[in-house]
Nanobody, 130 residues
Framework: QVQLVESGGGSVQAGGSLRLSCAAS????????MGWFRQAPGKEREGVAV????????VYADAVKGRFTISQDKAKNTLYLQMNSLKDEDTAMYYCAATLRRRLGLTNIQTLDVREYDSWGQGTQVTVSS
């Protein structure tokens, strides 16, 4: 498994921006896929955005397309999520996740499925108010 530590959450007004960071331990093997997930109170955890760390291809949930951008800094072993035009419904605990499993040919839905990831951070809270 990979050790992950998120940071960057906070409170922001609707329409504002936040950038989340996820630092992976330098001693861990490089993950095959990494992503951001979120869980609102009373709801199941859902996939937000995923990146294939080797080639850099990305997958986004429909709810965040055009507003959120996932990126990575390989030299720093860090994953980012730039969140713009935030809405009330983006309020949730945001988790970084990773997997070493090299599963290919997944659909977008499968790529965003929490069951595809086996390493998780502790989460960082994002609260959007109007």
């Amino acid at each position: 498994q990979v050790q992950l530590v998120e940071s960057g959450g906070g409170s922001v007004q609707a329409g504002g921006s936040l950038r989340l960071s996820c630092a992976a331990s330098a001693h861990n093997p490089r993950s095959f896929r990494m992503g951001w997930f979120r869980q609102a109170p009373g709801k199941e955890r859902e996939g937000v955005a995923v990146i294939y760390t080797g080639g850099g291809s990305t997958v986004y949930a429909d709810a965040v397309k055009g507003r959120f951008t996932i990126s990575q800094d390989k030299a720093k072993n860090t994953l980012y999520l730039q969140m713009n035009s935030l809405k009330d419904e983006d309020t949730a605990m945001y988790y970084c996740a990773a997997t070493l499993r090299r599963r290919l040919g997944l659909t977008n839905i499968q790529t965003l499925d929490v069951r595809e990831y086996d390493s998780w951070g502790q989460g960082t809270q994002v609260t959007v108010s109007s």
